[in-house]
């Protein structure tokens, strides 16, 4: 049996053993993946253990991602252009460590909205982690005028350093002039997530056809996607992102290239709804 786990601190609230589950099931393998919850001190033992206890790979989140890459002897080139793995197999003995984040983002707006990228001007809104791998998706669209809003202007700089032409950095008051010319505007901060503060934007500068995404998907409709979609504005919510970015992990573990249904968005809409413990939903 190929086993298979995602790995994180914390993990409980993950919804990929529910994706992956749901996916092995679908096709009928026999295979396993659980959630395994590592803090950081235990992180490279861990990774250094996966052979032996049979794991043919598996995935890495918060805040594992950047040591992963470090315990990877190769990387694909999505991995080393961010900086960042989250997804972890073997080649005979050789870890593997890739990124499947910007993959999930474009699948998911090229699912939804084809067409998506034949205007090539961004606004892309925090310059954490998740940034990274948005404007790396961007640049290999070919996007060529990428415009970085942070709240901290220095990391949105080294970002856009990072990434090199094409790229500019902004403070958050240069928003409403920035909106008028970006024919999409992504959110990857944590702002609009359940618990965090709300994202105070207007957008009644925005280009009428611009497309609004958010890769924050709890709420599904982030206060971003709500403001937009009030405007008339096309939008597109960060659930697909996280169905999409399992996709290439399940085909290198399980050696079957699953679909992105609407069943399994319904089923991880459902288990969005189940309240926590503590009463809110997770
Ligand atoms: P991730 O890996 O999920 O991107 P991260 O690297 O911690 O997480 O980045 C979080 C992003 O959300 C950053 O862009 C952060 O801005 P700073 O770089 O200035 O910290 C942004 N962010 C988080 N809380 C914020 C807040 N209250 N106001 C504005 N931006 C916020």
């Excluded at 993950?14 to 096709?27: C, D, E, N, T």
């Excluded at 008028?180 to 959110?187: E, H, K, Q, T, Y």
């Excluded at 996280?242 to 089923?267: D, I, K």
């Amino acid at each position: 049996m190929a086993k298979a786990f995602v790995t994180g601190f914390p993990i409980r609230h993950s919804r990929s053993p529910l994706i992956h589950g749901h996916w092995l099931r679908q096709y009928g393998l026999d295979g396993s993946y659980q959630a395994i919850e590592v803090a950081p001190e235990g992180f490279a033992d861990f990774v250094g253990s996966l052979q032996r206890n049979g794991y043919v790979g598996g995935n890495v989140t918060i805040p594992h991602k950047e040591h992963a890459f470090a315990l990877c002897s190769r990387h694909d080139s999505a991995a080393e252009d961010i900086g960042a793995v989250n997804t972890l197999w073997f080649e005979g003995s050789v870890l593997w460590g890739g990124n499947t984040d910007a993959y999930g983002f474009v699948a998911n707006l090229d699912s939804l909205s084809s067409g998506w990228d034949r205007r090539k001007s961004a606004l892309v809104l925090g310059a954490g982690g998740a940034s990274r791998a948005v404007v790396y998706a961007l640049k290999q669209r070919e996007f060529d005028d990428i415009r970085i809003v942070n709240r901290t202007l220095d990391r949105a700089r080294e970002l856009a350093d990072r990434f090199g032409r094409g790229i500019t950095a902004h403070e958050w008051r240069a928003v409403p002039e920035l909106l008028r010319d970006s024919a999409l505007i992504v959110n990857t901060t944590s702002l609009g997530m359940q618990g965090k503060d709300d994202m105070a934007i207007d957008l009644s500068t925005a280009d009428p056809e611009a497309l609004v995404t958010d890769i924050v998907y709890v709420p599904l409709e982030t206060p971003l996607l709500k403001a937009a979609r009030e405007r008339g504005l096309k939008t597109i919510d960060g659930l697909g992102m996280l169905l999409h970015q399992a996709v290439p992990g399940f085909e290198r573990w399980f050696g079957v290239r699953p679909e992105v249904t609407s069943e399994l968005r319904v089923l991880i809409l459902a288990d969005m709804d189940r309240p926590a413990p503590n009463g809110k939903p997770t």
